[in-house]
């Protein structure tokens, strides 16, 4: 498979392989370069898939990592978003509260206007009956 006389790669030197770690870094798969014996080349293969695995290893673990970094800052995003919402419903009921008492303390002020009003009136309607004077002495 690897050491068939098709491969293209065979009868070019192991120059590149040795440059780079991997077979995989050119971002597409190409089967490694192997000479010699057999056994040579079935170590070759054995030695580069390791090398392969432990690179996936790292990478996965690089990638892990940063996923956990991630869940924890989305983790604290999420609590953070969470006290707000509770501080915005706390305020929200302040206001509520807020405005419920404004609200009754303008119709207890309309009322108080309502009834200063009422009063002012009839004391000017007695004013004009009585002819001005404070005391109305038409009745006696």
């Known amino acids: 498979m690897y050491g068939g006389s098709s491969s293209p790669r065979r009868d070019q030197p192991n120059a590149k392989r040795n440059q780079s770690n991997s077979y995989q870094h050119a ?3 190409q089967p ?3 000479s010699g014996s ?3 080349q079935q170590t ?5 898939s390791l090398r392969t695995q432990y690179e996936a290893e790292a990478t996965a673990n690089t990638v892990l990592s940063q996923m956990t970094t991630q869940r924890y800052q989305l983790q604290n995003a999420h609590d953070q978003v969470t006290g707000m919402k509770e ?3 706390m305020a929200k009921r302040e206001l509520a ?5 404004t609200l009754k303390k ?3 002020l309309q009322l108080i206007v309502a009834a200063l009003g009422t009063l002012d009136f ?3 309607v007695r004013l004009f009956y009585c002819g001005g004077s404070f005391f109305c002495r038409r009745h006696y």
């Open 122 to 124: 009839l004391l000017l």
């Open 106 to 108: 303008k119709r207890r």
């Open 27 to 29: 971002g597409t798969y």
């Open 87 to 89: 501080t915005t419903e």
């Open 44 to 48: 070759q293969i054995t030695e580069d």
């Open 97 to 101: 509260d807020l405005a419920s008492k």
């Open 38 to 40: 057999y056994a040579q």
């Open 32 to 34: 490694p370069a192997v």
